[in-house]
């Protein structure tokens, strides 16, 4: 009875595990190629995905942080690309790019009140979401700590007007992403004159105003309503702390449009739109170029070698009808490169700078270690008419409505903004140096 017993429950257990191993053998003929084809479409959604955020994706206006990007860079797989001595930086146009600044407001402390757009205000942040996109070759990204590298015990001056300061604040953001500067000096009663000091690197980083980088008198409100330049005398202001330069960055030319008196051997040669002084009228080209002449004259005889000397071009200004007026520079993306180009007063000042930046590489070239080199960048600024801090260059501009009279700033840029492609190709331009 037993023995039955036993062999009973041994068959049903062998039954059991025969069971068991069908079902087995049957749910994993099911679930394998389920599986499988699972993975394929996850994969194939994922390259999709990573395919189509590359090339379209624009943020969202609606944003909740007003100020993005994140403290944390993304870096751009442009960057890593092969650099070009050769390429022509100017020559290009403005892409669509989700990688962003490398700063914002939050994270920087230099940044000018009237450069903070977005905090004051501004509603749109696409203007932050482009890359300059030259024809010939890749602009890489930023690196903050090769510039800090390259800069490393030098002392980098920018002289000139307040597109000079706007860049150097715009260097300044950038560079405190990997090393915090100080503020070590500062001129009493204003922030014309300021320098940077750079620990990790012993680098001095200074801003020096000079907007008509000669001698004169700028017009104000209280005096004369025009301006006053010497243009056979370098302002020595700037001028006499160049033994201390190891790099030089020169901005200027917004300044030589406005009303002004021009003397020469202490003697008035002309002026521009003073109609009511016995003075000949003359436009500015003239007194542009003798002003850059003298500049660089001045430079290359008192250093006579060992500097570095960098002029930037002329930056147009996209003001649109007055420019009290709400409609002023309110353009939202970039123009494209077949909707604009470098013409008129802007084409003849960019090619007056690069001229005289040539005739004095002739002059300087019998000092070694004397290099001068053009940063242009007045293309890739014409295209950017979106750019500029506008109404917003104050605070909630249109917080009550629109007000019958706005101040608008269509000259400066934006931090963050357009400008700081500048420095991406200023880094680049001493990095070629170094190769040499």
Not at 280 to 289: E, G, K, N, S
């Amino acid at each position: 009875m037993e023995e039955r017993k036993m062999r009973s429950a041994l068959l049903f257990k062998d039954k059991s595990v025969s069971f068991i191993k069908r079902f087995a053998f049957s749910i994993s003929y099911v679930l394998l190629p389920a599986t499988l084809l699972c993975t394929f479409f996850y994969l194939l959604s994922i390259t999709q995905y990573s395919t189509t955020t590359t090339t379209t994706y624009r943020p969202s206006f609606s944003s909740s942080h007003p100020f993005l990007p994140s403290s944390s860079p993304s870096f751009s797989s442009e960057g890593d690309k092969v650099y070009h001595d050769s390429c022509d930086y100017s020559n290009g146009e403005w892409v669509d790019d989700r990688s962003g600044p490398l700063y914002n407001v939050t994270t920087c402390g230099t940044i000018k009140e009237s450069e903070k757009c977005i905090s004051n205000g501004r509603p749109d942040l696409g203007y932050l979401y482009w890359r300059w996109q030259p024809k010939e070759c890749n602009l890489p990204r930023f690196e903050p700590l090769t510039f800090l590298q390259v800069v490393e015990n030098k002392h980098v001056a920018f002289v000139g007007d307040s597109l000079a300061r706007n860049q150097l604040e715009s260097l300044l953001c950038m560079l405190a992403t990997v090393s915090t500067p100080n503020l070590v000096y500062k001129s009493p009663n204003d922030n014309k004159f300021r320098r940077w000091h750079f620990p990790s690197h012993n680098a001095n980083l200074s801003l020096y105003w000079s907007p008509f980088l000669v001698e004169g008198v700028e017009r104000s409100n209280e005096g004369p309503y025009y301006n006053t330049m010497y243009l056979d005398h370098v302002n020595e202001r700037w001028a006499r702390d160049l033994e201390w330069f190891d790099m030089i960055v020169v901005s200027f030319g917004h300044w030589f449009l406005l009303p002004s008196v021009y003397y020469e051997g202490g003697l008035v040669i002309g002026s521009l739109n003073c109609p009511d002084l016995n003075h000949t009228q003359m436009d500015f080209y003239v007194p542009l170029r003798k002003v850059l002449k003298t500049t660089l004259n001045s430079i290359i005889e008192r250093k006579r070698g060992e500097v570095d000397v960098i002029v930037k071009t002329f930056s147009p200004a996209h003001f649109e009808g007055d420019w009290d007026k709400a409609g002023t520079c309110l353009k939202t993306e970039p123009y494209k490169k077949e909707e604009k180009d470098v013409e008129g007063m802007d084409a003849e000042i960019r090619k007056i700078e690069i001229e005289e930046v040539e005739n004095a590489k002739a002059k300087a070239s019998e000092f070694g270690g004397f290099r001068l080199d053009i940063l242009d960048v007045t293309r890739l600024a014409l295209l950017r008419p979106d750019g500029h801090p506008g109404p917003y260059m104050n605070p909630f501009p249109f917080a009550k409505g629109v007000p019958e009279r706005v101040q608008n700033d269509c000259v400066h840029w934006c931090l963050p903004g357009p400008i700081d492609t500048w420095n991406q190709i200023f880094l680049q331009i001493i990095k070629k140096r170094e190769k040499r």
